[in-house]
């Protein structure tokens, strides 16, 4: 990383974190909102589902119009988007007749400011020099791990000190965050991945096989992380019968810690490591991790679990979008946004059926959990796939040098 791009780096980081609040700050708050506006926990629950929807409409439109607007004017609008949104979690729910619609009014505009956040920072990260950038792309992941075990903490905290009826002042203070973060966009070097007019149109991009393998990576990837990072809580409080401070702790955070070790461990020791073998490894390790919570009958091996689970499932987003990107390099901004399209797609649905899967076994968790050992399943294959064809790949440009030589 160059001194002239530190800021770059900085102001992405930040943007990690602030998606990370995005996500996590709403879902500590479902019980109060429940208690102090009479919202059923059904229609709560409506709640994320409008952050993954906005999110995938966003990343879709950022295929298509991010590089007529430009970087800067998407990725500062993000920013601005996300502390608008945030603080208005604390204002828009008394200003509307029914407080439901404020909370998703201000879910859905920093959800907007998320899905920019999403699509672009990764690109931008790519597009700054760098010695090893499946590094630099694992790294700028593991912010986001950061943020989520940073918000669930200091929330915590802050309720445990000040109480949960001051949940306005912390979102006022969460947004500040991203407030900063737009000086940081404004100044700091932006360059693109790809020269204007020069990358893949999405039409292009979906005539590659190795896109669609990219695609069921990234599907499969969001389905393993937010099928297990969104039902450890529940299972740490029915299985290990913990309170629900405890479960949200040793369970989705330490999730995302495990998680967050991963990428840091990547974006460190990257050079000395062979990506596609690391997520193969890592693959395996996620099935297992299933294979572990899902069938065991002793409820204390889901802790370890659990845990492994998020350490495995750090490396399959990142390096899905390295290696895309190593292997499409003009593929540009609509390669970013659908490769973020398609593990948000994931995110979205692997929850769902692991929470079908339950409901229709009794409510048994650990059913739902079995069926869910699909997506690594799948994803440990489709990695196979990808080795064969870097192994092809490696081999034709061997015959090809060959040739040469000849000649």
């Given at each position: 990383m160059t001194d002239t791009y530190?800021?770059?780096f900085?102001a992405?980081y930040l943007?990690?974190?602030t ?9 500590l ?21 409008v952050l ?5 409409v ?17 990725v500062?609008?993000s920013?601005?988007?996300?502390a ?8 828009l ?10 909370l998703l009014v201000s879910?859905a ?8 956040t999403e ?7 790519e ?5 090893h950038k499946?590094a630099?792309m694992?790294?700028?992941?593991s912010f986001?791990?950061w943020g989520?075990?940073g918000i669930?903490l200091?929330s915590?905290?802050?309720?445990s000190?000040?109480?949960v009826?001051?949940w306005?002042?912390?979102?006022c203070?969460w947004?500040?965050i991203?407030?900063?973060n ?5 100044v700091?070097p932006?360059e693109?991945?790809?020269e204007t ?8 991009l ?5 896109f669609?393998?990219a695609?069921?990576?990234?599907i499969c990837a969001g389905a393993s992380e937010l099928?297990m990072?969104?039902?450890a809580?529940l299972?740490?409080e029915?299985?290990l019968?913990?309170s629900?401070s ?5 369970g ?9 070790i ?11 490591l062979e ?9 395996c390790?996620?099935l297992?991790?299933?294979l ?7 409820p204390w091996?889901g802790?370890?679990g659990?845990?492994?689970?998020g350490?495995?499932v750090?490396?399959l987003?990142?390096?899905?979008i390295?290696?895309c990107s190593e292997h499409?390099?003009t593929?540009?901004t609509?390669m970013?946004?659908l ?5 948000d797609?994931?995110g979205?649905i692997?929850?769902g059926?692991?929470g079908?899967?339950?409901?229709r ?12 050992s699909?997506?690594p399943?799948?994803?440990?294959a489709a ?9 092809k790949r ?7 040098v060959g040739?040469?030589?000849?000649r």
């Open positions: 530190q800021r770059t900085l992405c943007g990690f974190v998606q990370a609040i995005a996500a996590n700050f709403a879902p708050l479902y019980l109060t909102f429940h208690n102090s506006y009479q919202i059923s926990l059904e229609k709560l629950a409506l709640i994320s589902s993954f929807l906005t999110q995938l966003v990343d879709f439109l950022c295929a298509r119009f991010a590089d007529q607007i430009g970087y800067r004017a998407c500062v609008s920013q601005i988007l996300s608008a949104g945030l603080a208005g979690l604390a204002v729910p008394e200003v509307f007749s029914d407080p439901f619609t404020g879910t505009i920093y959800a907007t400011g998320s899905g920019l699509v672009l920072c990764s690109p931008i990260v597009a700054c020099p760098s010695r499946e630099a694992s790294l700028l992941h986001y791990c989520s075990v669930v200091l915590t905290l802050f309720f000190v000040f109480g009826e001051n306005r002042i912390l979102a203070i947004a500040i991203p407030l900063v737009v000086y940081n966009f404004t700091c932006i693109h991945p790809v007019g020069k990358s893949m149109t999405i039409g292009k979906l005539k590659l096989p190795l669609w393998l695609i069921l990576l990234m099928s990072a969104q039902w809580s299972f740490m029915s299985s019968h913990v629900k405890m479960g949200d702790i040793s989705p955070c330490m999730f995302a810690a495990t998680m967050g991963s990428r840091a461990i990547y974006g460190k020791y990257g050079d000395r990506l596609t073998r690391f997520m193969m490894t890592s693959g390790l996620c297992l991790c299933y572990a919570v899902s069938l065991s009958s002793t091996l802790l370890p659990c845990m492994l689970c350490f495995s750090g490396i987003w990142p390096g899905s390295s290696i499409i390099p593929g540009g609509a970013f946004a490769l973020a399209m398609a593990g797609l994931g979205a692997g929850p059926i692991v079908s899967a339950a409901g076994a009794g409510n048994d968790i650990q059913a739902g959990l079995r069926a869910g699909i997506f399943l799948v994803l440990v990695i196979a796939l990808l080795i064969v064809f870097q192994r490696s081999t034709g440009r061997l015959r090809a040739q040469t030589r000849a």
